[in-house]
């Protein structure tokens, strides 16, 4: 078995549009993730 290495780093401001987008589509998919949906941006910005 190979290992393989991870890095783990701080959210950043540009990853949102993407974050939000995978949030959309999950919901899409199969309904997870109510809160937040109406806006997906300002829900993963809060802190």
Same mark, same amino acid.
């Given at each position: 078995?190979? %290992? *393989?290495?991870?890095?783990?780093? %701080?959210?950043? #401001? *540009? #990853? @949102? =549009?993407? &974050?939000?987008?995978? @949030? +959309?589509?999950?919901?899409? !998919? #199969? /309904?997870?993730?109510? +809160? /937040?949906?109406? #806006?997906? &941006?300002?829900? &993963?910005? !809060? =802190?």
């Amino acid at each position: 078995m190979t %290992e *393989s290495a991870r890095a783990v780093r %701080e959210r950043q #401001d *540009s #990853d @949102l =549009p993407v &974050l939000a987008a995978v @949030l +959309e589509r999950v919901y899409a !998919h #199969d /309904g997870y993730m109510v +809160e /937040g949906i109406a #806006d997906p &941006l300002a829900w &993963l910005a !809060h =802190p």
